[in-house]
């Protein structure tokens, strides 16, 4: 099945430092991916939407100017953490759509293995 | 606008007895369902998937869902917990192909021996 991986694993960092996050779809091109966050104990909230090609869209509540993403290619969008503070500390996953292939639809969503960033 | 409800955010059972996890969702039209496991420090796993070919839906692991428009639902079972199945459950939801997905609270299912 496809694979969406995410680099890195796990990151520490100092507090005001900014940290870049990249999900990379590796079976397919996808010109449309998604940013999660996940705080400790809760669930998955959308944060933007990454557009190939144009800029991304955000949900209410998320700052764009902090949260810096780019939709590099067709097989790559980075979120960038730019001045993090403890509070950002979360699990930040991606999703990757897969709408359809030759002939099939598949309507599949495929996430990342997920980035824990640790403010300290 | 979507949304999804999971009742019960902690659901304990005993090794071979019947899983129940309730999801219902909120949505204007048809919508399109799924069930996610995530395992401690992990990424989300697919279970299975409502895309509107059959109501009731089989996944992996033995886990399979109904989905029932008059109840607004689309509850996981399984027949039999083992103990690897104890985990944190998502259900979620979204309106169209290849949108973004709205998840519920999470249900976190405990086994015991």
């Known amino acids: 099945g496809a694979v969406v991986s995410q680099h890195p694993s796990w990151v520490i960092c100092k507090s005001g430092t900014s940290v870049k996050i990249e999900c990379r779809s590796l079976?397919?091109?996808?010109?449309?991916m998604f940013w999660y966050r996940q705080f400790p104990k809760q669930s998955l909230m959308l944060m933007a939407t990454?557009?190939?090609?144009?800029?991304?869209?955000?949900e209410q509540g998320v700052e764009k100017d902090k949260f810096l993403i780019n939709h590099a290619s067709l097989t790559l969008s980075t979120l960038t953490v730019t001045s993090a503070h403890p509070e950002d500390s979360s699990f930040y996953i991606c999703s990757v759509p897969q709408l359809s292939g030759t002939g099939v639809s598949y309507n599949e969503q495929f996430f990342g293995p997920g980035t824990r960033l640790t403010v300290l | 606008a979507q949304s999804v409800t999971q009742l019960g955010s902690h659901v304990s059972v005993s090794e071979g007895a019947l899983v129940l996890l309730r999801c219902n969702y909120s949505s204007s039209v048809p919508p399109y369902l799924f069930w996610y496991v995530q395992y401690p420090n992990q990424g989300l796993q697919l279970l299975l998937k409502?895309?509107?070919?059959?109501?009731l839906v089989k996944g992996i692991n033995g886990f399979e869902a109904e989905f029932k428009k008059s109840e607004t639902s689309f509850h996981l079972t399984k027949p039999s917990a083992h103990m690897s199945d104890a985990a944190e459950y998502f259900c979620a939801v979204s309106e169209r192909a290849g949108t973004a997905l709205i998840f519920g609270k999470g249900t976190t299912l405990s086994v015991s021996s």
């Open positions: 079976d397919f091109q996808a010109t449309t």
């Open positions: 409502y895309t509107s070919a059959a109501t």
């Open positions: 990454s557009n190939e090609g144009s800029k991304a869209t955000y």
